[in-house]
């Protein structure tokens, strides 16, 4: 039989998003044969031992909370929150299984709950959320409204998406737990690639930690500024070139430096104090 389910944790965000449906949600027996996963699941792995750990809780308790699936054919249910439930209740040998079906979820929205469902249970590591903000961005969704779903700020969301920006094997120490996430940001700050490669071994060889990495990266820009001073020492700027730094901060609010390499090269420095400074700045240059 039928009965009336409580909405409550990533329920109150699926009403949030789906304003439309107001009807009271029924808890369904769905044999589980006919549900397939989330395919926006952004967890790329499940952990087998927390898996039977949920399962022995359940064996001994119940489920406490049905899975939320949407209908995509006759026969099939796509689950919308819940897979690891849904997983340990498979481990059980579980035939049927609670849910709660609903309609007229688009892709975003099926993204943005499976994400935020993990994101409640800080359940996914750097990298996957990441390439869980990364694939709401290629559908169409911008970095405040992930921002607002998710319930981060938005310098947050934008610092995650620069994990993506790091070499393939280091991503793929921090996704393995070779590497902590502080680690990667402060690798981030070393722009150079050979040197960024040559820190990210020492890390994994004489286990440094995140403060070594980030002097290392101090002792970096430090090393080089005072190179590029010294290099560029006769290089004076023109009257015209202190009037145009004037104008582009003036344009900008912020720092803008000038730097002529020789009489017609040189570099523009636009400088940020913040992410949201930086976005920003992103923002008027776009305009």
Not at 72 to 82: M, T
Not at 231 to 253: A, D, V, W
Request: aromatic residues 6%; glycine residues 4%.
């Amino acid at each position: 039989m039928a009965k009336k389910a409580l909405g409550r944790g990533i329920d109150a965000l699926i009403s949030r998003v789906n304003e439309n449906q107001r009807e009271a949600d029924i808890i369904n027996k769905i044999s589980i044969d006919d549900i397939i996963p989330n395919k926006f699941q952004p967890r790329y792995n499940f952990d087998d031992d927390s898996i039977r750990e949920l399962a022995q809780s359940i064996k001994e308790n119940g489920l406490a909370q049905p899975i939320i699936v949407t209908k995509i054919n006759e026969n099939k249910y796509e689950i919308i929150a819940g897979e690891r439930r849904f997983r340990a209740c498979k481990e059980l040998g579980w035939t049927e299984i609670d849910a709660i079906v609903r309609n007229n979820i688009s892709d975003n929205k099926k993204l943005t709950i499976a994400l935020v469902e993990n994101i409640q249970r800080e359940d996914l590591n750097p990298v996957e959320k990441a390439f869980a903000y990364k694939r709401m961005i290629d559908m169409g969704m911008s970095q405040n409204d992930i921002a607002e779903y998710c319930g981060k700020s938005k310098a947050s969301i934008s610092n995650t998406l620069r994990i993506l920006e790091l070499e393939d094997d280091i991503i793929d120490g921090l996704k393995n737990n070779i590497i902590t996430e502080g680690h990667a940001r402060a690798l981030m700050q070393i722009p150079d690639l050979e040197e960024r490669k040559k820190t990210y071994q020492k890390i994994i060889s004489e286990k440094l930690s995140v403060r070594d990495v980030e002097d290392i990266a101090k002792q970096f820009y430090s090393i080089n500024n005072l190179d590029g001073s010294k290099k560029r020492q006769s290089i004076k700027k023109t009257p015209e070139i202190i009037e145009m730094e004037k104008h582009f901060e003036s344009k900008l609010g912020t720092k803008v430096e000038i730097k002529p390499i020789n009489e017609t090269s040189g570099k523009i420095i636009i400088n940020y104090f913040s992410f949201d400074d930086f976005e920003r700045i992103k923002n008027k240059l776009a305009d």
